[in-house]
């Protein structure tokens, strides 16, 4: 087993590197990095309230992103949210690459987009509809198929801007947006494509399953102030607030982005997705501190090396406390290392999640400044941890390294480490 | 209800299924097809709305009768008066 570990550990140091150059989002409070990141060091959560079928008024993390910008709205009547979403997110990717579009292989590229579910909101939608004419199926639309196959968004982004290459989802619950990028940095490995679209997206504010789910599993968030609904780590936390969104990255090789002269945005360091084994919906401590582990090692790391941890932590009363046993149990004695946490300002993005977390802290590179986790206003003592930053940003010395970490529901675990593109 | 009523209610249809089209201009004796981006999942549409708006159906294999806005109108007509309209 030992030996086998160590054998993980030099294959990937060398295989190719992987790079980020091109990066697009919408976040509930923020349709660019830019927009996004300004919120997150300023506090700002944004969170509104949305009438839920047959729920009555959540909050729920709703996106504004303009839906037209790439899309012709016919586009937009025939596709899925997630589709618009995934098709925003890369085609601002694309721009923020700086690829020369028209001269590049569309064969050779890959589309790989993180999700929790989908479906959810067409199946309900047509439910409904057919609800209106005596539940007569000759009213359900000829448009739910082709909205409902699970490699929707990622084929909708794929049609929209011409790419022939393999395009498909990876279902990884909350670990999606991870496992998106995990996905395409080992297809680059391999060499199955030179470039990749990925990272994860949601639109699960639309399907009134995911509400009543949550709600009945008494892990709904909700706080009179919708913005403060979302408060991981903090005494008096209630649950989760759901979210759209998403992220999707522009990821090469490095040898291939330097040929171009790309800017170079981050470096994939290394990653690991494991399973709990144990519950479909407690997570596991022990699996998450040995998914951390492991993507240390592969990534040739310490922990004392990694100098931010943006948490999973969604804010239920058993989750947040798992993830930060796991983590006491990693991080012991790391005095540069920063915790903190993203859903606390935009509720949980589902698939999207990871990508987008990732994604608000990636400027800490160049910036130095670590956004932190707001809406605590007791920590709750079982989640205390050393470096935890609590409602105000800090500036620090230096940030070359990040471990993003990202599990979902069926004990799905997933630890990515990205690093400061010519930090050794 | 005349057959230019009924030409009216196509093109409000196809007001929605294809909000990009500039619709203005639609000759009435030419394909739709041929003087629209329309393809076989937006006929179907028609279909769907002319049943769910109208209560009228198409059966399939007078699909073609919906070829042209006069085709439609000819076709749909009868349709309507039996429904009363």
């Known amino acids: 087993m030992a030996s086998g570990h160590l054998m993980e550990g030099r294959q990937m140091s060398s295989k190719p590197r992987i790079v980020i150059t091109g990066l697009g989002l919408t976040a509930p409070n923020g349709n660019s990095l830019g927009e996004f990141r300004a919120n997150l060091l300023a506090g700002k959560a944004r969170i509104a309230v949305i009438d839920v079928r047959h729920m009555g008024k959540h909050p729920a993390g ?23 979403i995934s098709i925003f997110c890369s085609r601002e990717a694309l721009g923020d690459s700086g690829l020369d579009w028209d001269k590049v292989d569309k064969s050779r590229v890959g589309v790989y987009l993180g999700i ?9 939608n047509e439910i409904h509809n057919i609800s209106q004419f005596g539940n007569d199926t000759k009213y359900w639309t000829h448009h739910h198929n082709p909205r409902t196959v699970a490699n929707n968004p990622a084929g909708e982004v794929t049609m929209n801007m011409g790419i022939t290459g393999p395009h498909y989802t990876i279902g990884a619950a909350c670990a999606a947006g991870n496992a998106g990028l995990i996905q395409a940095a080992q297809m680059l490995q391999l060499g199955e494509v030179d470039i990749a679209f990925a990272g994860g997206v949601s639109e699960s504010i639309h399907t009134f399953g995911i509400f009543a789910g949550f709600k009945n ?17 903090d005494k008096n936390r209630n649950g989760i607030v759901i979210s759209e969104g998403g992220a999707i990255y522009v990821l090469e090789r490095l040898d291939d982005a330097l040929a171009r002269g790309a800017r170079i945005i981050a470096e994939i360091a290394g990653w690991c997705i494991n399973s709990d084994a144990t519950d479909a919906v407690l997570p596991n401590p022990e699996r998450q501190t040995e998914c951390v582990h492991m993507a240390l090692k592969r990534a040739g790391m310490k922990p004392q090396d990694i100098h931010i941890v943006s948490t999973h932590a969604t804010a239920t009363a058993l989750g947040d406390i798992q993830e930060c046993t796991a983590l006491r149990n990693v991080f012991t004695d790391c005095p540069d290392t920063r915790i903190n946490n993203t859903k606390s300002f935009i509720g949980h993005c589902m698939g999207a999640a990871g990508a987008l977390e990732l994604a608000g802290n990636l400027p800490s590179f160049e910036d130095n400044w670590v956004h932190p986790t707001i809406n605590i206003d007791e920590l709750d003592p079982e989640c205390a941890m050393p470096g935890l930053v609590i409602n105000h940003p800090i500036k620090v010395a230096r940030v070359d390294t990040i471990l993003n970490n990202s599990f979902g529901m069926l004990g799905i675990n997933s630890a990515l480490i990205v690093k400061k593109y010519g930090v050794a | ?30 394909r739709l097809r041929d003087q629209l981006s329309l393809d076989s999942m937006d006929f179907l549409d028609i279909v769907m709305e002319l049943r769910k708006k109208h209560g009228i159906e198409v059966p399939e294999a007078d699909y ?5 806005l006069d085709s439609c109108a000819n076709y749909l007509l009868p349709k309507f008066e039996a429904k009363g309209k």
């Open chain 1, 62 to 84: 709703v996106c504004d992103f303009d839906t037209t910008k790439w899309q012709k709205r016919k586009e937009l009547r025939i596709g899925t949210r997630v589709g618009s």
């Open chain 2, 64 to 68: 073609v009768q919906l070829a042209s």
């Open chain 1, 116 to 124: 929790t579910e989908h479906g959810n909101v067409e199946t309900e």
């Open chain 1, 217 to 233: 599993q008494g892990a709904l968030g909700a706080h009179e102030d919708p913005t403060k609904a979302s408060r991981p780590f």
């Open chain 2, 1 to 30: 209800m005349t057959k230019d009523d009924i030409k009216q209610v196509v093109l409000d249809i196809i007001a929605d299924i294809a909000p990009d089209e500039d619709l203005t201009t639609v000759k009435p004796e030419v």
